[in-house]
């Protein structure tokens, strides 16, 4: 299965990595940003330490295994057919690192900025309300025991 993930800058200037769904990509892919498209090809293994995404783009994975981590620690492992939402042009920025020995092979698509890209405001919003859904549902349990 296609893993797409998204590396955005948060409000504390740290980079955050959270999971795009296929409907919210369909929505970003239709919003090509200025300038060219570019295939990129690094030899694996390797680290390009804390570093901007050098423009709003997506990065699909041709080939080869790479793993982006944020300063919270949290990891994401990339895999040939994967998409990177890379919106962290900001703040901290994160690093790459190229798994294996393979030569990685990856094609950059400029995006425009907008409305339709993913952020942990969303991601907060939707932890909330679950986190308020248990919590009732916790507490009804305990009416009825």
Same mark, same amino acid.
């Given at each position: 299965?296609?893993?797409?993930?998204?590396?955005?800058? @948060?409000?504390?200037?740290?980079? &955050?990595?959270? #999971?795009?769904? =296929?409907? $919210?990509? /369909?929505?970003?892919?239709? %919003? +090509?940003?200025?300038?060219?498209?570019?295939?990129?090809?690094?030899?694996?293994?390797?680290?390009?330490?804390?570093?901007?995404?050098?423009?709003?783009?997506?990065?699909?994975?041709?080939?080869?295994?790479?793993?982006?981590?944020?300063?919270? @620690?949290?990891?994401?492992?990339? &895999?040939?057919? #994967?998409?990177? =939402?890379? $919106?962290? /042009?900001?703040?901290?920025? %994160? +690093?790459?690192?190229?798994?294996?020995?393979?030569?990685?092979?990856?094609?950059?698509?400029?995006?425009?900025?907008?409305?339709?890209?993913?952020?942990?405001?969303?991601?907060?919003?939707?932890?909330?309300?679950?986190?308020?859904?248990?919590?009732?549902?916790?507490?009804?349990?305990?009416?009825?025991?």
């Amino acid at each position: 299965m296609v893993q797409i993930v998204t590396v955005y800058p @948060g409000s504390d200037g740290e980079s &955050y990595l959270m #999971d795009v769904t =296929v409907e $919210q990509f /369909t929505e970003i892919v239709k %919003h +090509i940003g200025e300038g060219p498209t570019r295939v990129n090809q690094n030899q694996s293994p390797s680290v390009d330490d804390y570093h901007n995404a050098s423009r709003l783009q997506y990065v699909v994975h041709l080939s080869g295994t790479s793993e982006i981590e944020v300063a919270d @620690g949290n990891t994401k492992r990339l &895999y040939a057919g #994967d998409i990177l =939402v890379a $919106q962290d /042009t900001t703040g901290h920025g %994160h +690093i790459t690192k190229g798994i294996g020995n393979d030569v990685r092979v990856s094609m950059n698509v400029p995006l425009e900025k907008g409305p339709w890209l993913p952020t942990g405001l969303n991601q907060s919003i939707k932890s909330f309300f679950k986190s308020f859904w248990f919590l009732e549902n916790l507490s009804k349990a305990s009416r009825v025991s």
